[in-house]
């Protein structure tokens, strides 16, 4: 089955610095990988997400590249704000399917 | 994005009782799932909810103890059963949104606390 790594488990950064959160996967099936923001007391919430026929794709002050090749993708946030604090999810399909196996967690604090 | 519901919101239960949470989707979901999230710990895929049927488990969950319902396409209801202190968690719904062929986007619901003494 899939195998999602996730690092760092926690990251602090100064406000208006970037932020890095990187995933590995072992499943080279899998074709879809999302990331998730949870906040305190709150449900994921999709953030972004990419397929495997694109290497990047931007929203905003948030970016999502994959290396299919290695096997990682990286969530990229830049200009932080202290609204983006919570605990960030990688995540990607079980044997290219519609289940989720989920990173274990970054969580994220920026320091105002 | 899909609208998820979820109820009740939070719980304290004794141990040996059961809880059922109860799931509501929009109509644009296809596909329901349960997950469980330990404290301070990542989401875990209990069970794939299928309608009308069995939900289909993953490997270290049961139906005796995460008995799961669907009755119709928008409806979904989870058991925690004979709980302890270790069943402890949050609890969520998801649903996918789009053709079961393709990956599509999972929408989580906010989640059931459930904290068992």
């Known amino acids: 089955g899939e195998n999602v790594e996730q690092h760092p488990s926690t990251l602090s950064v100064q406000e208006g610095d970037s932020a890095v959160i990187k995933c590995t996967y072992s499943?080279?099936?899998?074709?879809?990988f999302p990331w998730y923001k949870q906040e305190l007391g709150k449900g994921p919430q999709l953030i972004i997400d990419?397929?495997?026929?694109?290497g990047e794709k931007k929203d905003q002050r948030i970016a999502v590249t994959l290396n299919k090749t290695a096997k990682h993708f990286s969530l990229h946030i830049t200009e932080t704000q202290p609204e983006d604090s919570a605990v960030y999810f990688c995540?990607?399909?079980?044997?290219?399917?519609?289940?989720?196996?989920f990173g274990g967690g970054t969580r994220v604090l920026v320091k105002p | 994005s899909a609208v998820i519901s979820q109820k009740p919101s939070r719980d304290i239960c004794q141990r040996g009782t059961s809880l059922t949470i109860q799931c509501q989707v929009d109509s644009q979901v296809t596909m329901m799932f349960w997950y469980r999230q330990q404290p301070g710990q990542s989401l875990t895929l209990i069970a794939t909810a299928n309608q009308g049927s069995e939900a289909t488990y993953e490997s270290g969950f049961v139906i005796d103890k995460f008995p799961i319902s669907r009755p119709n396409l928008t409806f979904s209801t989870l058991t925690v059963s004979n709980m302890s202190p270790e069943d402890s968690s949050i609890y969520l719904c998801s649903g996918l949104r789009g053709p079961q062929t393709f990956q599509e986007t999972q929408y989580f619901g906010p989640g059931t606390r459930l904290l068992v003494l």
């Open positions: 990419i397929r495997s026929n694109v």
């Open positions: 995540a990607a399909p079980k044997a290219a399917g519609n289940k989720l196996t």
């Open positions: 499943d080279s099936a899998s074709n879809y």
